[in-house]
């Protein structure tokens, strides 16, 4: 292993940053052209999300969902909320995004993307349950899809692993603490 000096390290960390400054500089000379495709363009969604993805890219989260509020109010369109509840899970706010996919699927319960958003906040936050019940919709709209196969094949995975260590602890319990089970 190399043991590098603190010297070397400074100057690692001096080059790191201004790398990081360039990207910084870049998305926001990105985002300033954005934002004019958005004003001359305003009803194109494609420099919506490119504009939210720049302000994302920027960690500028209230300025993401301010501008698809803004949008949203001028179409309420279920991909703005879809936008909205992948905002706040980059905030790691799964409850907002969960509350956004959902006004998605209400305005289109055939709107895959959002089922399948929404399936994936309830893995994380470990309802494998609802996240099973997401995937068995979309499949009620589109049978092939093989993501949502391979996804529901994880989950019941998941759930039986855990029903299975549950029942180990159970029978752990019953054999070493008897006297303990109550009749």
């Not at 390290?9 to 985002?31: F, G, P, R, V």
């Not at 052209?33 to 993805?53: A, C, I, W």
Request: with cysteine; hydrophobic share 30%.
């Amino acid at each position: 292993t190399a043991v590098y000096s603190k010297q070397k390290m400074d100057n690692l960390n001096a080059e790191l940053n201004k790398k990081q400054e360039a990207i910084t500089k870049k998305e926001e000379e990105l985002s300033a052209k954005d934002e004019e495709l958005d004003k001359k363009q305003p009803g194109n969604f494609y420099f919506t999300q490119k504009l939210v993805s720049c302000y994302q890219g920027l960690k500028q989260f209230d300025k993401a969902e301010k501008l698809l509020l803004s949008k949203k109010e001028k179409s309420n369109q279920p991909n703005f909320f879809v936008e909205l509840g992948y905002n706040a899970q980059l905030q790691k706010n799964q409850t907002k995004a969960d509350s956004y996919y959902k006004k998605a699927i209400d305005l289109n319960a055939n709107y895959i993307e959002a089922w399948h958003k929404l399936s994936l906040v309830y893995d994380k936050t470990k309802k494998y349950d609802l996240a099973i019940e997401c995937c068995q919709a979309i499949l009620n709209i589109d049978n092939t899809n093989r993501i949502v196969t391979y996804n529901l094949s994880a989950l019941v995975r998941r759930l039986t692993e855990i029903q299975d260590e549950i029942l180990e602890q159970y029978q752990y319990a019953i054999k070493n603490n008897p006297t303990n089970l109550s009749s």
